[in-house]
């Protein structure tokens, strides 16, 4: 089955969302000054869902030292399509055996010693978390559950030298494959045809009762109980066009992306920052600022002081759905530094840094 074919099973295929997003949005911020962040490196972390997932756990690996921590969101373990063989092997229903296992943590250790990943023992002191729904049918909790069994087998693998990595995970909340958020479901009459927390739809923003975000957030940064005290004023939702800030090349990067910065970031006080990368059939030209918007990211960055950095991919012929790439579209070596995403995404962040 060709992968577009298998792409259209997994997800759906879902028409550019009404008014897809062609434009910068009226009330978003075009003032973006990035001279004025003063981003701590250790606070630095990748989080994302669905395909997002799988690149999060990809550029956690290549760049250890810039992303010490990472989440992914019914997400899957590392270069799992190339250990399974075909796409539909990590996908709902399916399972991996410890067999698949170790051969993935294997090609991790055997990429990280060719210098095609970053030195994995740079996650020691390092964070992963895996969350995912008990009623996901597209990547599904058997495969979403097993990324944090890669991480522990690679613990396992390099012993003292990740002794303190931490790998937590979730699965225990029922949603589907949706980002879950706080918003309660909307019950018409006796029928809950507003909740659409169970489903997979368009945008993918599911109102749970569920802070997916501020879990994510809270296992991101076990060091922050309550977060930092806000100081009140409003942070600045930001859209800076890719060209001008860190062009993108062949990588099948969007033509913008957006940036959530609290106040007190904006006065140039120490901020963490989290890279948040959507799904599939979720970027801007599919559900304009949705994900931007709504995942709950935005929400909690101002007591995290956290800065909310929001790439996006391009749908093309060759990804329809927008998806990030974790099964070779953008070339042999997408899992690797060398990978033009992978690449990109550490390129945006090293320059929003000064580094």
């Known amino acids: 089955m060709r992968v577009t074919s298998v792409l259209i099973a997994m997800l759906g295929f879902v028409a550019a969302w009404p008014g897809a997003f062609a434009a910068p949005a009226s009330d978003v911020s075009t003032d973006f000054r990035p001279e004025v962040l003063n981003i701590q490196p250790d606070r630095i972390a990748v989080a994302g869902i669905s395909s997002g997932g799988f690149m999060a756990t990809q550029l956690q690996l ?6 010490p921590r ?3 969101l019914a997400g899957g373990p ?6 399974a063989g075909a796409m539909t092997g990590c996908l709902y229903p399916s399972g991996l055996t410890s067999d698949q296992l170790n051969a993935m943590v294997s090609r991790a250790t055997r990429n990280a010693g060719n210098h095609l ?12 978390y895996a969350l995912y729904g008990t009623e ?3 990547v599904g909790p058997k495969i979403a559950g097993s990324v944090a069994a890669f991480y522990r087998q690679l613990k396992a693998s390099l012993g003292s030298q990740l002794a303190d990595l931490q790998v937590g995970e979730d699965g225990t909340h029922d949603f589907g494959h949706t980002f879950p958020t706080y918003l309660p479901p909307l019950p018409i009459s006796n029928l809950r045809v507003g909740d659409n927390c169970n489903k997979s739809v368009s945008p993918f923003i599911g109102r749970c009762g569920f802070d997916g975000a501020k879990n994510i957030l809270e296992h991101l940064y076990p060091d922050i109980k309550t977060g930092a005290q806000p100081d009140g004023a409003p942070g600045r939702l930001t859209v800076i066009p890719v060209k001008s ?5 062949g990588a099948s990067i969007g033509d913008y992306f957006y940036t959530y ?5 904006l006065k140039g006080q120490p901020c963490g920052l989290l ?6 059939n979720q970027n801007d030209s599919m559900v304009g600022l949705a994900f931007v918007r709504d995942a709950g990211f935005n929400r909690w960055a101002d007591d995290y002081r956290l800065i909310a950095v929001y790439p996006q991919t391009r749908s093309t012929k060759d990804n329809f759905g927008g998806c990030w790439d974790w099964w070779g579209y953008t070339g042999a070596r997408f899992d690797t530094r060398d990978g033009p995403q992978i690449a990109w995404l550490n390129r945006l962040v090293t320059r929003l840094t000064h580094r």
Do not use: R, S
């Open 117 to 128: 990943l970053g030195d994995l023992t740079q996650l020691d002191h390092g964070v992963f």
């Open 78 to 83: 590392y270069d799992c399509f190339a250990v």
């Open 245 to 249: 800030f860190a062009p993108a090349g």
């Open 136 to 138: 996901d049918e597209i």
């Open 261 to 265: 910065t609290p106040a007190a970031c």
């Open 70 to 72: 990472a989440a992914a």
């Open 62 to 67: 290549a760049y250890p030292e810039t992303f």
């Open 275 to 280: 890279l948040a990368l959507h799904g599939c």
